[in-house]
């Protein structure tokens, strides 16, 4: 439970984060080390994700949550407008 918890914390504010980054500079960050303005519990959330910025957006993995690694998935409308290309969190079909 809490490895679900923290994890989803972590890889919503690494995204956030990063699409922040886009929208004030143009592009997104060569690593994780470019963000800037950064709160102090960020450094937490964006030490257990792998980024790696990639031609026409970036790829995001989640590594950790409190002390394991949780298996995530988010609806497909969370994805929307994002410049997340591949992921290990997994894209769980909308309710028809």
Known sequence: MADAKFGDQHFKTAISLIELHKLR???YPETL?????????????LGSVKY???SGGYELELTRGWMGKPELSYPASFWKGLGLVKSNVKITPEPS
């Open 52 to 54: 790696q910025r990639v």
């Open 25 to 27: 500079t143009g592009s």
């Open 33 to 45: 080390k470019d963000l800037q303005f950064t709160g102090d519990w960020d450094p937490i959330a």
